[in-house]
Each structure stands twice: as structure tokens, then as C-alpha cells.
């Protein structure tokens, strides 16, 4: 968890859509955050998500024809905290994480922002200036 106001969240992205990732990543850094890493893939995600270094992963659901249910599973186990990034709302998730965050797509700077906080206790944005 982040602890001081001026230490930098890192961010881990799991987002199988490369303009979306790209976009997301560059909100990130106007926040003030870090990317730690990025996976498009449900094979490439998975290791990261037991061994990456991160103080919260955004997770597309779906990654093309796949879930990032597994992801989400692993993540769940660690105690690393995870946000879903979704089109379709907390409906779409499984009964098990329907109380998780969910960032709405299309992506705004205030809603992504607003989810930061909500997932980073203590966290206060500080833009890259």
C-alpha cells in the first residue's frame, strides 16, 4: 500500500487492447502514478500477477476470447488489491468479486482518478509536472 502523499503508486495494466493500454498508461502518469508492467494477454498476465511487483493492477474482464477471471483469482490469493476495467459494469463479474471496483469504459481522468483513491488509501494524486 502506498504510504506517503508523495510516493508514486505503481501500476500494473492488464489490457489486451494496445491504443486502450496506451491510453490508460498515459492517465497514469498524469495522476502521478507508475506503470510496473503491462500484459495483453491471459498467458502473459498470469506471471505477473504471481511475482509482479505493483501496489494495484487494473484488469480488463475480457482479453479477447479470454477472462481475466484467473488473473483476478491469483490476485485475490496474494492480497494484492485489483480493480476490473469494464464496458458492461460490476454485472458482468462473477458473484465472488461484484464488491470489487470497477473502472467504467470508456476511460475519463476524474472516474480513473476517483477509482485510485478509492483502491490507494492515503494516496493523493500528484501530477507529473
Known sequence: MVKAESAKPKILIIEDEPLISMMLEEM???AGCTVSGSA?????A???AETADFDLAILD???GSESSIPVAEVLARRKRPFIFASGYGSTALPVEHRSRIVLEKPFHFPALVQKLELALPGWVPVPDL
Do not use: A, E, F, I
Not at 495483453?40 to 502473459?44: A, I, N, Y
Open 46 to 48: 498470469l506471471p505477473l
Open 28 to 30: 497514469l502518469l498524469d
Open 61 to 63: 474482464l475480457s482479453l
Open 40 to 44: 495483453q494477454t491471459l498467458k502473459d
